[in-house]
């Protein structure tokens, strides 16, 4: 059973960069067709696919977040990283790290698996 478990600062400046961490256990991040994506759910809305790095290391973007966000993997460590900067308030959120066994990525999705998430609070 894979299991994802994200960790952060949880309070960040604004303007300042954030920095996340997916450690997985239970399975590889690379084992194929595996699509291992950031998904965001602000206070009251719905969840927002924030991007995704598949099996083979490949990374896409929501169009929105692209030129504030970037994810990288340790393959030694089986750990996935995400990073955005210029922090705005509106960034706070419930931030998650899923995955899905079937290359599938984006809104549409039904992961299979969910880390439980890592509150992420933009305030000075």
């Known amino acids: 059973q894979v299991q994802l478990q994200e960790s952060g600062p949880g309070l960040v400046k604004p303007s300042q960069t954030l920095s996340l961490t997916c450690t997985v256990s239970?399975?590889?991040?690379?084992?194929?067709?595996?699509?291992w994506s950031w998904i965001r759910q602000p206070p009251g809305k719905g969840l927002e696919w924030m991007g995704v790095i598949v099996y083979s290391g490949i990374t896409h973007y929501s169009p929105s977040l692209k030129s504030r966000t970037s994810i990288s993997r340790d393959n030694a460590k089986n750990t996935l990283y995400l990073q955005m900067n210029s922090l705005k308030p509106e960034d706070t959120a419930i931030y998650y790290c899923?995955?899905?066994?079937?290359?599938?990525?984006?809104?549409?999705?039904?992961?299979?698996?969910w880390g439980q998430g890592t509150q992420v609070t933009v305030s000075s």
């Open positions: 899923a995955a899905d066994r079937a290359s599938c990525s984006g809104s549409g999705c039904s992961y299979d698996y």
């Open positions: 239970g399975g590889s991040i690379t084992t194929n067709y595996y699509y």
